[in-house]
């Protein structure tokens, strides 16, 4: 095929004839681990390939490897790019966190180096069960200054930067798309609600933006790439932040009585598809929780509520309630985490605990602690009781924290149709 380029100088030589999809995994094999530079030399684009075998193949490589396949020849990288080859591979990427044989998903996180320089880094989770020392982590080349996370879903991140921009961001490609001025603002996005999620109904992506003292909303479209408004949020005005994406909805705790979190707390729900809010449960355990703060996160698709007990004489530092059963009041379980169980810094300094941030497949919580200039990741492990340093990497707080999967979804907006 006319303008076939290999990737590197040494690369093998192609087999020929009789193609398998043994023989091709050996070839690229063979082909990342050779190293070196560009250079015009016969290559594997040849019609003697099963389309299949090379598109299953293909679908199953990380994303870097994908970026190094586009430049083999003209073929593969209109391949790549096709929307059905983005899909398959996302569903790859989904398919192996929930059967526990993905290690690609990764911790977006901003690294606090010296108080002045914020830089946004990630690393993969699945690292930091290892930790001999130090975890490898890479900076990110991130559109603006990155103030808020507004949610994660499929890859992409919907960031707030310092420019007042609103962008969806896919840190595996580099890609970027800044989305138009909204009218929904308020003057302190802590007074804000906001979210991102993925409504499989009409393979759209849609962020979520509204106001808690305007109770304006309005809801962007990737497709069509604008927003439109939705009316105004009525009888579920007490949430503010950024909604946890589950089962296509994107979930809030609503604060109750007084404007405090207490048991006539609910969480509500926005669903994506519906586009309209409901009342999912009541949070009545948290009657007898003396919680200085409550959070939420999710946990392969399902919802878990923490607590934090930041009193020094507590013995419980997190109480995390996880629903086992989407939707279901009797299906919460209770785990806590005792404060006499997490490392502490060598001296009684102020501590600060973020998380949790996730529960791993494992049994680990992984959550941060920071104290003057010492702050590292913190993994837990619920069976045993016992935690241990995971990295020793100083964090900002969890508006800066998000976790995401590598994927080739693209962020790019308004041409009518999406990859999934």
């Known amino acids: 095929m006319a303008g076939c380029m290999a990737i590197c100088s040494r690369m093998p030589p192609p087999p020929s004839q009789i193609y398998s999809a043994d023989r091709l995994r050996n070839w690229l094999r063979q082909l990342f681990f050779s190293g070196g530079v560009l250079n015009k030399q016969p290559c594997l684009c040849s019609e003697s390939w099963n389309d299949d075998i090379i598109v299953e193949i293909l679908s199953k490589l990380p994303v870097k490897s994908l970026l190094r396949c586009r430049s083999v020849c003209k073929s593969w990288r209109a391949l790549i790019s096709r929307s059905y080859f983005v899909k398959k591979h996302l569903n790859h990427a989904i398919n192996g966190i929930d059967n526990s044989t993905n290690c690609t998903i990764r911790l977006l996180f901003l690294h606090n180096k010296n108080f002045l320089e914020h830089h946004p880094e990630s690393m993969l989770v699945d690292s930091l069960k290892d930790f001999v020392g130090h975890t490898a982590s890479k900076e990110l080349d991130i559109p603006g200054i990155l103030e808020v996370i507004v949610g994660s879903c499929n890859g992409l991140i919907c960031l707030k930067a310092g420019c007042g921009g609103v962008f969806l961001w896919n840190p595996c490609t580099g890609d970027a798309s800044k989305l138009p001025e909204q009218t929904v603002s308020d003057a302190n996005w802590g007074d804000m609600f906001f979210g991102f999620g993925y409504d499989s109904t009409t393979e759209d992506y849609k962020v979520i933006l509204g106001g808690t003292t305007t109770t304006k909303m309005e809801v962007f479209t990737l497709k069509k790439g604008s927003w439109r408004n939705v009316g105004n949020l009525k009888d579920y005005g007490k949430i503010s ?55 939420m996160s999710t946990i392969r698709n399902s919802l878990f509520v923490y607590c934090a007990h930041e009193v020094i004489s507590d013995p419980i530092l997190f109480t995390i309630w996880t629903m086992e059963e989407y939707g279901v009041m009797e299906s919460w379980t209770k785990v806590q985490i005792h404060r006499d169980c997490v490392p502490r810094p060598p001296a009684l300094l102020d501590i600060h605990y973020i998380g949790p941030i996730v529960i791993l497949q494992n049994g680990e919580v992984l959550m941060t602690w920071n104290s003057g200039n010492l702050s590292s990741f913190i993994l837990y492990n619920l069976h045993k009781k016992k935690s241990r340093i995971a990295s020793r990497i100083r964090v900002c707080d969890s508006y800066h924290q998000a976790m995401y999967i590598e994927t080739l979804v693209s962020p790019i907006t308004g041409s009518g149709e999406v990859d999934i």
């Open 241 to 295: 932040g950024q909604g946890w994406l589950s089962n296509g909805a994107l979930h809030w705790i609503e604060k109750g009585r007084d404007d405090q979190y207490s048991s006539t707390s609910r969480i509500i729900l926005f669903n994506l598809a519906e586009e309209k809010f409901l009342e999912m449960v009541r949070l009545s355990f948290l009657s007898n929780n003396k919680c200085s703060q409550i959070g």
